[in-house]
């Protein structure tokens, strides 16, 4: 009798559509569950989600193709409960995440428009109306005479976490631009850095405690970890109330960034931790810093990691540890509310060998990481993104002329520029190149790929000019650089830890640290 409820034909879609509905949607995964859901009808398209920026948007046909099947499968089932046929739990839980992706789905334009749209900057209720069109909706589907389902979803909730992941798609999917695979594997890592690997447990419990995660991104310098910091920050889980029709985070700041590096430790320690009037020299009245200015539902971000000053490490670890702080010549204790990101182009674990930087507070960061590739990573594995990325910077850069800039900045770069050249300054270089275009016609690169060990090797690498035993050495080289780890190498790399050992070049290593 429960099998009659969904029927061998419905089962397979719905069983396709629930896994579909939590996966992480950057992940090439999503496509295999989009072509379980429709079988002959999924439309064959790129592996990964990526803005197309350098020609049209492909809608997204499999996505909406599911969306209308759904529609009758759900409201079928429907009529079926309300009839009084018998359900286990089971096939229940599978009709609850049937008709959640339903109910994301139609109400997604919705979503955009409230969040993206002419009426998002100002805190207008009106974008939320679409609330009592949504709960129609719920009841239509889950208040059922006679059927008890077992999660018992929230509508208010519900309503809160849709708003929440189609910022985050949006924010992810039009910040980090890309069809190579690692640009593909960083959307996803952001993507779980903001709901973790499982969406369900996110969803249950989780939702409200993400700002007590510590999140470190790592990288090259100029390949993007503000931009991430940003998507993290700005797609946080807030409260809806119904009664207002208004969201807990509306109208507030959300990012707050400190370039460590660009600042003196005292006014690193005054942003940050703020000051009373008096504590030194130019503090002429009281001032509030990040950690107190900042929401619960904020995100304090700081950039440059690697050259906070001994002093403030002792003071942060206490705010990690405690979520308390005292603002610079006061002795009242404050409360940290928010989230921390940090973010850094150094080697922290060498940092920690020398005494530069704290290995406690190191390990009260890194419970959530994340690496931005470089450049040259994202071109060894896909070429064509040079010129997503080109046309994507000449449009910001140029407005309504970017189009023809994004034109010319790529025949500059094919008549005068290696077709294999390693971009060592990543992606603020490639910005860089498109503001000389636009006003000198002209671009001149600080340095060569020759004295870039990383990009000399990529530029190798594909270029063909390596053996395998070199490829193998000099990649092992390049990874524990990074790492400064023969277990950690060994395991990214699925190799045996006295295999990498042997492999590492101490002169290549060398220039690397250099």
């Known amino acids: 009798m429960h099998m009659a409820w969904i029927p061998d034909s419905e089962r397979g879609f719905l069983e396709s559509v629930s896994r579909l509905g939590y996966c992480n949607p950057f992940l090439p995964e999503r496509v295999s569950f989009e072509r379980a859901a429709l079988g002959g009808d999924f439309v064959e398209g790129e592996p990964v989600w990526s803005q197309q920026v350098a020609e049209p948007e492909r809608p997204r046909a499999n996505a909406w193709r599911i969306t209308e099947k759904l529609e009758r499968v759900a409201e079928g089932l429907?009529?079926?409960?309300?009839?009084?046929?018998?359900?286990?739990?089971?096939?229940?839980?599978?009709?609850e995440d049937a008709v959640l992706l339903l109910l994301y789905q139609r109400f997604y334009p919705d979503f955009?428009?409230?969040?993206?749209?002419p009426s998002a900057a100002k805190p207008d209720p009106a974008r939320w109306r679409f609330y009592s069109n949504f709960l129609a909706g719920w009841r239509h589907f889950f208040h059922i005479e006679g059927v008890r389902f077992p999660t018992g979803h929230d509508p208010r909730h519900t309503f809160a976490c849709f708003r929440q992941i189609q910022r985050a798609f949006e924010q992810v999917f039009r910040e980090i631009i890309g069809g190579s695979m690692p640009a593909a594997r960083l959307r996803a890592a952001?993507?779980?850095s903001i709901f973790t690997h499982d969406m369900r447990r996110y969803r249950r419990t989780l939702y409200a405690r993400m700002g007590e995660f510590a999140t470190l991104i790592?990288?090259?310098?100029?390949?993007?970890k503000e931009l991430v910091a940003r998507a993290i920050a700005q797609s946080r889980y807030a409260p809806f109330d119904d009664r207002r029709l208004a969201f807990a985070d509306e109208g507030a700041a959300s990012f707050f960034p400190i370039n460590i590096s660009a600042l003196s430790p005292t006014l690193v320690e005054s942003e940050l931790f703020g000051h009373r009037r008096g504590a030194f020299t130019g503090a002429v009245a009281d001032r509030k810093g990040y950690l107190e200015t900042c929401p619960e539902l904020g995100s304090v971000f700081l950039d440059e990691l690697g050259d906070l000053d001994p002093a403030i490490q002792v003071k942060l670890l206490r705010v990690i540890e405690t979520r308390t702080f005292h603002p610079v010549g006061d002795t009242a204790g404050r409360q940290f509310r928010g989230k921390l990101i940090t973010a850094t182009n150094h080697d922290?674990?060498?940092a920690m060998r020398s005494g530069r930087f704290r290995e406690d507070l190191y390990y009260r960061l890194c419970s959530d990481q994340i690496a931005t590739p470089s450049l040259a990573e994202q071109l060894a594995d896909s070429p064509g993104v040079l010129r997503d990325l080109a046309w994507y910077m000449a449009r910001r850069v140029a407005g309504p002329e970017g189009e023809e800039l994004a034109a010319e900045v790529m025949r500059w770069m094919e008549a005068n520029l290696a077709p294999d050249y390693a971009w060592p300054g990543n992606y603020r270089e490639l910005e860089q190149c498109v503001k000389n275009v636009l006003i000198r016609r002209d671009y001149r690169p600080a340095?060569?790929?020759?004295?870039?060990?990383?990009?000399?090797f990529w530029q190798d690498a594909r270029a063909g000019k390596l053996t395998?035993?070199?490829?193998?050495r000099r990649y092992v080289t390049l990874v524990y650089s990074r790492t400064r780890s023969y277990e950690e190498t060994a395991r990214r790399l699925a190799l045996d830890r006295?295999?990498?050992?042997?492999?590492?070049?101490?002169?290549?290593l060398e220039k690397l640290r250099a």
Request: charged letters at 25%; a negative charge.
């Open 348 to 350: 922290l674990p060498a």
């Open 112 to 117: 955009f428009e409230a969040s993206f749209g």
């Open 498 to 508: 006295r295999t990498v050992k042997s492999k590492v070049d101490a002169g290549l």
């Open 468 to 472: 395998a035993d070199e490829l193998l």
């Open 190 to 192: 952001i993507w779980q």
């Open 78 to 95: 429907r009529a079926r409960l309300a009839a009084g046929a018998g359900a286990g739990e089971r096939d229940l839980a599978l009709y």
């Open 218 to 224: 790592t990288g090259p310098s100029g390949s993007g």
């Open 447 to 456: 340095r060569t790929a020759a004295e870039d060990p990383a990009g000399e």
